[in-house]
């Protein structure tokens, strides 16, 4: 892809999915929803206080009552409603309403009703800013606090799955760390040199891995030159793995406030991709993201 | 400041400063030296080979003959001897030439050549970005790793000693965390509470703090209002404290790479400002970077 842009136009060539919204009586998420019914892209089922929803549907002139409509009396039904739908392969995206993310995740996760099948979840984030050439993909930045070494195989690899369903062959990932060279007193780049390692061993394939690598070296292929830094990854990452919950959370609000980017956000490695959307989400970035996760469900 | 156009200003206002240059036998850091003089801000000191730092001189037509040059057999003595100058008052300003950042400021903090005088040492960058209303530093994104709670303190402290120097009576400072909420698992959110209550305390003043606050509560007051965040700081803060090295250096980066950024850096809590500019600097950032040192000279 050379601009994120493109990701629309790839979303609208698969199959229309299904979506489930678990408590869907938010307003925020019903504008993201209509915006997705209107390019063709979803079919949605809506789980919650449906009287609400339909109030607030109709409050934006989104008539929802042709859709299938499951009324639940509580936000943990709704939970657990949804989820079902989804492990019984009668939805292909679960979407966040007014439930908070850590009662819908703990559901998703839970070892006989979830959805993760002892896989892990990770949260990524595909980027548009002026600044780079191409769209950039970010992860994890939004649900993981501090993964250890062998979580963060799994963030690439989870990653590199999503890369892959976008069509990219061979993305480069960036690990991105405060410095460019190994140091004991910093992990995060121990934990660079040891996933190119892994990757130089074919232990993680289907991606060119290459770390430490700072942000600027990553991103900027004159700053890797000044710094003397030869390698394929360095200027042109398609894939920023950070160090954890705390650089990255500055990350992508860096992007999208500081940088003013588009970006389209899933968590992905469970049976299904999972749509968060925030209340301070562009409409543009809220359909980007359903975009990306009709694009990420697996075995299209 | 409206913008940080008038840190130069500032500092053209204030006397001239002696600026001493460890290993001058740098081209970088000699255009940025030119320029500085150009706009009659300092007076330098070049300490290193001097043969070397003439010919590189030459090489873009600045005449240094007319300045004080010391000859020196090697790296570790010009760093001994630029240390001694600040020391003996013979000089205002640090600024490291082609010498490891780690090898200078390790005679820097010498309890005894050294001219921190028990002091903590932290970075502090002054940034400019089209997205933000007005100049926002930034704590510390390039010195210390993981900085604990007693550490933090002094970052702020050593920072909003610089925000007084450039004229803010009370200046705004957002403590930095991925979420806007106190969490046991994210060290980042518990040290800011503790942080805000001790500015209410009175134990941290001369500036307001408030925290945990996400990046974009800090930086964009829509992005507040939706999260319901009601504090002055919230979209309106002038300091940023990141949580450790890896989110800060990303920070850093992003302000300057991502969204093109200007931005003015030094090392504060010595005796006198330490400037470091890098390779990969703009020419604008390092003259900025050596005006926020001239209005950073304590007893000014």
Redesign the interface.
């Known amino acids: 892809m050379q601009n994120i842009s493109e990701l629309l136009q790839k979303s609208l060539g698969k199959p229309k999915q299904r979506l489930v919204i678990a408590a869907s009586e938010d307003l925020n998420v019903l504008e993201a929803v209509q915006f997705a019914v209107e390019k063709n892209l979803i079919s949605p089922i809506f789980v919650g206080n449906i009287k609400q929803t339909i109030e607030l549907a109709k409050s934006i002139k989104f008539n929802i009552e042709q859709f299938e409509l499951i009324d639940t009396p509580d936000i943990s039904t709704s939970a657990h409603i949804s989820i079902g739908l989804i492990k019984n392969f009668k939805a292909d995206i679960l979407m966040k309403g007014l439930i908070p993310t850590a009662n819908l995740l703990k559901v998703a996760v839970d070892k006989h009703e979830g959805i993760a099948a002892g896989k892990f979840l990770s949260h990524v984030a595909l980027s548009q800013?002026k600044?780079?050439h191409k769209p950039i993909l970010t992860t994890d930045c939004?649900l993981n606090?501090s993964p250890n070494f062998q979580k963060k195989v799994q963030i690439i690899e989870n990653a590199v799955a999503v890369m892959h369903n976008l069509g990219y062959q061979n993305p480069k990932v960036a690990i991105?760390?405060?410095?460019e060279k190994e140091n004991a007193?910093?992990e995060?780049t121990v934990h660079a040199v040891q996933l190119t390692q892994m990757n130089l061993d074919g232990k993680i394939s289907g991606c060119q891995i290459f770390g430490p690598l700072?942000?600027?070296n990553a991103?900027?292929s004159?700053?890797a030159k000044?710094?003397g830094i030869k390698n394929d990854v360095a200027g042109d990452a398609d894939i920023l793995l950070?160090?954890?919950?705390?650089?990255?959370?500055?990350?992508y609000?860096?992007?999208?406030?500081?940088?003013?980017?588009t970006t389209a956000a899933i968590i992905t490695g469970a049976q299904c991709p999972i749509v968060l959307t925030?209340?301070?989400d562009s409409s543009e970035n809220k359909l980007y993201s359903i975009a990306l996760a009709v694009c990420s469900v697996v075995g299209l």
Chains 1, 2 share one sequence.
């Open positions: 800013v600044s780079y939004a606090i991105i760390c405060p410095v007193h910093i995060s700072a942000l600027d991103i900027s004159e700053s000044h710094k950070v160090p954890d919950l705390d650089s990255g959370n500055i990350l609000k860096a992007i999208n406030f500081l940088a003013s980017g925030s209340r301070s």
